[in-house]
């Protein structure tokens, strides 16, 4: 009887002293640097109002919460591509300008996709994460969204960095 509770005291002292280092070593992996390329915006939905700036404005809300979100889950550096002519859009860039701006910046992977209202209160995300070096995409995520208003926008971008960072955290660029 003591010596089965000396090994279990010993296996509970070896998983209490290993688990840590082996959850740090988790966490020591060098973050993998990601170009995102600023979401596209389409607006079909008909609507008389022109709502061009405030939809301009919730685009880089979105995007400026999008990066902050990567970053400050760790396993992720924001690297700001160069494109000529800017800025880096994949409606005005053609890929391989894309790929190789980002490549440029020092990424393993590129972000991009864009948003589409399709009707007063039906809006259309598609995101893609591409991997530079193979030029092949990695994750696609398509969603759509309620309400054309800063909280759905909200909303709608932590989905997005929810899925990416689930969908990306085995990614290795090997």
Same mark, same amino acid.
């Given at each position: 009887?003591? #010596?089965?509770?000396?090994?279990?005291?010993?296996?509970? =002292?070896? %998983?209490?002293?290993?688990?840590?280092? =082996?959850?740090?070593? /988790?966490? &020591?992996?060098?973050? @993998?640097?990601?170009?995102?390329?600023?979401? !596209?915006?389409?607006?079909?939905?008909?609507?008389?109002?022109?709502?061009?700036?405030?939809?301009?404005?919730?685009?880089?809300?979105?995007?400026?919460?999008? +990066? !902050?979100?990567?970053?400050? !889950?760790? +396993?992720?550096? *924001? %690297?700001?591509?160069?494109?000529?002519? =800017?800025?880096?859009?994949? /409606? #005005?860039?053609?890929?391989?300008?894309?790929? /190789?701006?980002?490549? $440029?910046?020092? $990424?393993?992977?590129?972000?991009?996709?864009?948003?589409?209202? $399709?009707?007063?209160? *039906? #809006?259309?995300?598609?995101?893609?994460?591409? !991997? @530079? /070096?193979?030029?092949?995409? %990695?994750?696609?995520?398509?969603?759509?969204?309620?309400?054309?208003?800063?909280?759905?926008?909200? +909303? =709608? &971008?932590?989905?997005?960095?929810? #899925?990416?960072? &689930?969908?990306?955290?085995?990614?290795?660029?090997?």
């Amino acid at each position: 009887m003591k #010596q089965r509770r000396a090994i279990a005291a010993l296996s509970l =002292a070896l %998983v209490v002293v290993l688990c840590p280092h =082996a959850h740090a070593a /988790d966490n &020591e992996r060098d973050p @993998v640097s990601i170009a995102l390329i600023d979401l !596209d915006y389409r607006d079909t939905s008909g609507e008389p109002t022109d709502q061009s700036e405030a939809h301009q404005a919730r685009l880089r809300g979105f995007m400026d919460a999008l +990066r !902050d979100d990567l970053a400050r !889950d760790g +396993r992720f550096r *924001i %690297v700001d591509p160069k494109c000529d002519p =800017a800025p880096c859009s994949i /409606d #005005q860039t053609d890929s391989q300008s894309l790929l /190789d701006a980002a490549k $440029a910046a020092g $990424a393993k992977l590129l972000l991009y996709g864009g948003i589409h209202k $399709a009707s007063t209160l *039906i #809006q259309f995300a598609d995101v893609l994460v591409a !991997d @530079v /070096d193979k030029d092949q995409v %990695v994750v696609q995520r398509s969603l759509n969204f309620r309400g054309d208003d800063d909280r759905s926008w909200m +909303r =709608a &971008e932590k989905f997005v960095a929810r #899925q990416l960072t &689930e969908a990306l955290a085995n990614w290795s660029p090997e």
